[in-house]
C-alpha cells in the first residue's frame, strides 16, 4: 500500500532519475514530452543525446538534461 500522496507515477519517476539510458517512453515520461514528440528528437540528435541499440532509440539521461537546460524551446 502506498502511502497518502504518494501515487505508483512518483515511485516509478523516483526509480528512473537513477538509470542512465532511459528507453523513449521512460524518457517520455520522466521528462512529461510526448512520446512522438522524444523519438523525433532522438533521430535529430542520434549520437549526442541518443543512442540507437538494436531497434530502439535509448536517451541519455545527464545529456539529455543537459540538452533541455540549454534550449529556449524544444
Known sequence: MNPVGMGQGEN????????YLLT???AAFYFNIGTKKMRRIAEDNL???AVYSGNRFLII????EDFIRNSSEI
Not at 12 to 19: F, G, N, T, V
Not at 61 to 64: E, L, Q
Open 61 to 64: 539521461r545527464p545529456k539529455f
Open 47 to 49: 549520437g549526442n543525446i
Open 24 to 26: 523513449v517512453k521512460e
Open 12 to 19: 516509478k519517476q523516483e526509480s528512473l532519475k537513477d538509470k
